[in-house]
């Protein structure tokens, strides 16, 4: 089991950006797809960002393509979520998760999570 440890949420305003970090246990870090998933009060976890393992190539949900970027740092075991141009509908928990496969997958596929970290958009 990898453990997950978010960190980076807090408060912004509109228009702000922050930065999330999810270190990993795990020495193969490397070999891990890593996502990122958010759920808001009342609504379900959704999917917004996921990274190939040993890869730069990320894929976005629409929602947040163009503002959103997610990168990693294997010598450091870590995948970070830049998050810009932040809206009040961006407001919830966000989650990274791990996936030792070269294929992401959907979030049923993942079977590692962190516990979360609070974002919290104000307008």
């Known amino acids: 089991q990898v453990q997950l440890v978010e960190s980076g949420g807090g408060l912004v305003q509109a228009g702000g950006s922050l930065r999330l970090s999810c270190v990993a246990s795990?020495?193969?870090?490397?070999?891990?797809?890593m996502g990122w998933f958010r759920q808001a009060p009342g609504k379900e976890r959704e999917f917004v960002a996921a990274?190939?393992?040993?890869?730069?190539?990320?894929i976005y949900a629409d929602v947040v393509k163009g503002r959103f970027t997610t990168s990693r740092d294997d010598a450091k075991n870590t995948v970070y979520l830049h998050m810009n141009n932040l809206k009040p509908e961006d407001t919830a928990v966000y989650y990274c998760?791990?996936?030792?496969?070269?294929?992401?997958?959907?979030?049923?596929?993942?079977?590692?999570w962190g516990q979360g970290t609070q974002v919290t958009v104000s307008s």
């Open positions: 998760a791990a996936r030792q496969s070269s294929v992401c997958g959907s979030q049923s596929d993942y079977n590692n």
């Open positions: 990274i190939l393992r040993r890869s730069t190539f990320a």
């Open positions: 795990e020495p193969t870090f490397s070999s891990y797809c």
